[in-house]
């Protein structure tokens, strides 16, 4: 299985961004058998579980630092998860990653622990926000 993202850039304070994540593996793969979630990690900070959608188009899981900031979305048909990010602050500069783990799973335990327990990563995307 294949994870990868893109989308992450240089903004100013203020500005917006779309994080794409795909998944991909194979003729067997079916992307209703994963859970998927967008993690981020700083400079001297630990990984945290930005968010995620915790079944087909409902019950949207994000960090408090990021409500009503931030909409995750996915397309099922074309295997990808979304992160549109506004409003972006200096705060939200990171390296953001997109992780796949296979259901069912504690998705609640596993992304408010960092993801601990996610099947697969992709190399992570730099988002660097300037003041």
């Known amino acids: 299985v294949q994870v990868a993202e893109s989308g992450g850039g240089s903004v100013q304070a203020g500005g917006s961004l779309r994080l794409s994540c795909t998944a991909s593996g194979g003729a067997d793969f079916n992307f209703d058998d994963y859970f998927m979630a967008w993690f981020r990690q700083g400079l001297g900070t630990e990984r945290e579980g930005v968010a995620s959608l915790f079944s087909g188009g409902g019950n949207e899981y994000y960090v408090d630092s990021v409500k009503g900031r931030f909409t995750v979305s996915q397309d099922n048909a074309k295997n990808m998860l979304y992160l549109q990010m506004n409003g972006l602050s200096p705060e939200d500069t990171a390296m953001y990653y997109c992780?796949?783990?296979?259901?069912?799973?504690?998705?609640?335990?596993?992304?408010?622990?960092?993801?601990?327990?996610?099947?697969?990563w992709g190399k992570g995307t730099l988002v660097t926000i300037s003041s």
């Open positions: 992780a796949i783990k296979g259901v069912p799973c504690s998705r609640y335990a596993i992304i408010t622990d960092g993801g601990a327990g996610m099947d697969y």
